[in-house]
């Protein structure tokens, strides 16, 4: 099936929902966001998991995943 829109590079702006051009895009520092357990807790994997990058793709992760400490439960 063929695409729906041709591929074009663009030039994609962040707009202010009314219409003021927006200087900077929202965010946390790394190790400062509040909601970062959330995902794990919710889960129940561990947080260096969520939160390990390139080498949590490899199956010898499997070994130290067991070894981490489990969050706690959401409360639903």
Do not use: S
């Not at 889960?43 to 080498?55: K, Q």
Request: glycine share 8%.
């Amino acid at each position: 099936q063929a695409w729906l829109w041709p591929c074009v590079a663009v030039v994609e702006v962040a707009n202010h929902p009314l219409g003021e051009m927006q200087v900077e895009v929202p965010h946390y520092l790394p190790g400062k966001n509040p909601f970062a357990e959330e995902f794990a807790r919710r889960f129940g994997i561990p947080l260096d998991a969520v939160l390990g990058g390139a080498e949590t793709m490899y199956p010898e992760y499997a070994l130290k995943l067991r070894a981490l400490p489990r969050p706690g439960t959401a409360p639903k």
